[in-house]
């Protein structure tokens, strides 16, 4: 059984400096906000997350800023993080941490790009798959939490200082799935 969230983003919601701007399909946030999802439905035994994103500045530039995180603290979270070094989709849990990474070549400032990335379990070994703008980039087995935290969505912010500001662009059609998507999705 498929769920669906999209994450409606209302103005009691956003954090100091975020604004609503034109987007790559309506209104796109820019600056950080937090979201409140569900982790009993939303877990690490399987899921995807999907939305656009574009920067103001070139990828070489970003480092740390995280597009989003599920939870945030313990028994587990997840997180999507640019860096100089690309994109990274971290599983933690108070035990370990398990990153998987992409390279961003060949993306540009300014211009929409969909993320999608995907979890789940199978047999005794997780997966995760990243794919930008429809194309399959990475794919690892690692190791999931048990659980995410009941913490909220955490969008756009620096992950080096939850003060400092945040992700330098927009995200646009945010949604969460509670199954892993295929390739076709």
Not at 109 to 121: E, P, Q, R
Not at 146 to 163: D, L, Q
């Amino acid at each position: 059984k498929l769920a669906f969230f999209t994450a409606f983003i209302l103005a009691s919601f956003l954090l100091s400096g975020a604004e609503f701007v034109p987007g790559k399909s309506g209104q796109a946030l820019r600056g950080r906000t937090k979201l409140v999802y569900d982790n009993n439905v939303v877990t690490p035994e399987a899921g995807s997350v999907a939305f656009w994103f574009k920067t103001d500045r070139e990828f070489s530039e970003i480092n740390g800023n995280m597009l989003l995180c599920l939870g945030t603290y313990a028994p587990g979270w997840f997180f999507v993080r640019l860096s100089r070094e690309g994109l990274n989709v971290s599983f933690r849990n108070t035990k370990s941490s398990e990153t998987t990474r992409t390279s961003l070549d060949g993306l540009k400032k300014g211009v929409w790009n969909h993320l999608a990335v995907v979890w789940g379990k199978r047999k005794k070994y997780g997966f995760c798959r990243i794919y930008i703008n429809g194309v399959l980039k990475n794919y690892e087995r690692l190791t999931l939490p048990e659980k995410f935290s009941s913490g909220p969505v955490a969008v756009a912010y620096n992950s080096g200082s939850w003060k400092e500001p945040g992700f330098p662009g927009e995200l646009d059609e945010l949604a969460l799935f509670n199954v892993p998507l295929s390739a076709d999705a």
